[in-house]
């Protein structure tokens, strides 16, 4: 018998309205002041959500794949593309994938 268990999740990470940062996740939303607190929980909360919906789905030897994509929007009329540019979001696709037991 061959085949994989894969349960596949996204989580974003955007601006906040009044500044810092707002982590979505499948189970809630979270405001950080710091882009690195963000991304760190919701790297965390996304793997921990997959493993789960995994386990549940029956899989073992689970491993976790992440893939972060950032968007960003350049500045008009701004020159120095890296340093011009406004963050629009962070999406992290989060793959979990194990062997049905």
Sequence with gaps: ??????????????????GGFIVHTPEERKSFIEYEK?????REKGKNFAL????????????????????????PGQIDEDKDKLFIESKLNISAVGKPW
Excluded: T, W
């Design 1 to 18: 018998m061959s085949g994989q268990i894969v349960e596949r999740i996204e989580v974003y990470i955007k601006p906040g309205k009044g």
């Design 52 to 75: 789960k919906q995994a386990d549940y789905a029956g899989a073992s030897d689970i491993e976790v794949f992440i893939n972060q994509n950032d968007k960003y929007s350049k500045l």
């Design 38 to 42: 963000a991304i760190k929980y919701g």
